[in-house]
T-cell receptor, first 113, second 114 residues
Framework: DTAVSQTPKYLVTQMGNDKSIKCEQN?????MYWYKQDSKKFLKIMFS???????INETVPNRFSPKSPDKAHLNLHINSLELGDSAVYFC????????????FGQGTRLTVV | AQSVTQPDIHITVSEGASLELRCNYS??????LFWYVQSPGQGLQLLLK??????LVQGIKGFEAEFKRSQSSFNLRKPSVHWSDAAEYFC????????????FGQGTTLQVKP
């Protein structure tokens, strides 16, 4: 059973398009995250949701809009895609609380052409 | 500024040799500390974590890490590297923000020579 699953795994799209990445976790965790890994492999948090409520928004452009229909799902919608949005996007989940381990999905490689 | 530093961007070791990957952090209090591994095309897998107590922690795949408060370090070690250990290694901290947010280092690419 896949604990944190993301779809699609690869996404190639043209500048200006709108796209979504879906994430689901079956671990029963209350907190979910989106991280971005750039071309230099640097990982940075974008958003965090706890029980469907946004708790972290790390100065991400408004073109990025996360949506959490329930605590097992956290989707990422991106409007007006730009070349600089090309990256690997990781979804993760963890139990609520300090220092809890985050479980990561396999990532979605987004390429904007 | 709060940060996590992995000084070695790329390390090459021979199979069977010992390994040490360095990680330093700059936070006022001792944060929660983690090491993750990312194999090519894969997500991140937790190797080990330190919250408190014994400063030498054991992880999966034969890895261990030692927390040294005086040096603000949390270095990862393995006595004998296997070819399958070739991957990207990330040190991360949870700066006791109670949000679960992880701050990652830049990563160290490990190459293993046969």
């Amino acid at each position: 059973d896949t604990a944190v699953s993301q779809t699609p795994k690869y996404l190639v799209t043209q500048m200006g398009n709108d796209k979504s990445i879906k994430c689901e976790q079956n671990l029963g965790h209350d907190t979910m995250y989106w991280y971005k890994q750039d071309s230099k492999k640097f990982l940075k948090i974008m958003f965090s949701y706890n029980n469907k409520e946004l708790i972290i928004n790390e100065t991400v452009p408004n073109r990025f809009s996360p949506k959490s229909p329930d605590k097992a799902h956290l989707n990422l919608h991106i409007n007006s895609l730009e070349l600089g949005d090309s990256a690997v996007y990781f979804c993760a989940s963890s139990p609520t609380g300090q220092g809890t381990e985050a479980f990561f999905g396999q990532g979605t490689r987004l390429t904007v052409v | 500024a709060q940060s996590v530093t992995q000084p070695d961007i790329h390390i090459t070791v021979s199979e069977g040799a010992s390994l040490e990957l360095r990680c330093n952090y700059s936070y006022g209090a001792t944060p929660y500390l983690f090491w993750y591994v990312q194999s090519p095309g894969q997500g991140l897998q937790l190797l080990l974590k330190y919250f408190s107590g014994d400063t030498l922690v054991q992880g999966i795949k034969g890895f261990e890490a030692e927390f040294k408060r005086s040096q603000s370090s949390f270095n990862l070690r393995k006595p004998s590297v296997h070819w399958s250990d070739a991957a990207e290694y990330f040190c991360a901290v949870d700066p006791t923000s109670n949000t679960g947010k992880l701050i990652f280092g830049q990563g160290t690419t490990l190459q293993v020579k046969p």
